[in-house]
């Protein structure tokens, strides 16, 4: 049994993810892998994703994975990054795909002629670091209100459920980048790139038992 496995459906950033996770947790036993028995017998999982939303929900089904990740979903701490987030609503409007269906809500686009406060034209994909208000959350345990995390994406969360959301950003108005549910609790940014604050929320993740 390892101590947690990343999931590998060929879609994630799984080498930055396990050498952050590696970093935080030396002594811990890592996997990246695309092995259901894996997976199913790892204490904790980390779902990772980019690129595409059709591509990614095609490639979990292609490699048998659809089951096994509901199951983690439900049944032991379990981390979302990006489009790990995403693959957990029920329909994002990228390809008008069908996501897992776990959370409800929709994965919608950024509009492409916004602006910020001083009129400059923001662009799609939203690219970069950004401030993040986060609430009480274990994972954001001694992590700074207003922390800078890193993004690159396009689309974003409409949780049906506000309770669900654990933290926001602004682009230029407030969404979701943050989501959790009983053991379950899923990223927009990409904390395996977010230098300080990212290891941390990794590394509360290692340590967190909901």
């Known amino acids: ?20 996770l590696r970093k935080v947790c030396p002594d811990a036993e890592i996997a990246v892998s695309d092995n ?3 997976i199913a017998n ?3 999982v980390v779902f ?20 096994i990740v509901l199951e983690a979903a439900r049944s032991k701490p379990f981390l979302g990054i990006c489009i790990g987030l995403q693959m957990l609503f029920e329909h994002s409007a990228e390809g008008d795909t ?11 686009r950024f509009a492409s002629n ?38 690159v994406h396009s689309y974003y ?27 379950l609790f899923a990223v927009q940014f990409h904390p395996e790139k977010s230098q300080s604050a990212g290891l941390k929320l990794l590394q509360n993740f290692m340590q967190w038992n909901p």
């Not at 069908?98 to 919608?108: H, P």
């Open 114 to 151: 916004q602006h910020d406060a001083q009129g400059g034209k923001l662009k799609v994909p939203h690219m970069g670091w950004n401030q993040v208000k986060h609430g009480g959350h274990a994972l954001w345990q001694g992590i700074d209100q207003d922390a800078r995390f890193y993004f």
């Open 42 to 44: 790892a204490r904790r």
């Open 36 to 38: 259901a028995d894996v």
């Open 48 to 67: 990772p994703g980019q690129g595409a939303m059709p591509d990614c929900m095609r490639e979990l089904d292609m490699r048998g994975l659809r089951k």
């Open 98 to 108: 069908a996501g897992l269906g776990i959370l409800r809500g929709d994965v919608l």
């Open 157 to 183: 969360v409409q949780p049906q459920n506000a309770a669900l959301v654990q933290a926001t950003s602004d682009y230029p108005q407030p969404f979701a980048c943050a989501v959790a549910q009983d053991n």
């Open 1 to 20: 049994m390892v101590d947690v496995a990343v999931v590998d459906y060929g879609m994630g950033n799984l080498r930055s993810v396990e050498q952050a």
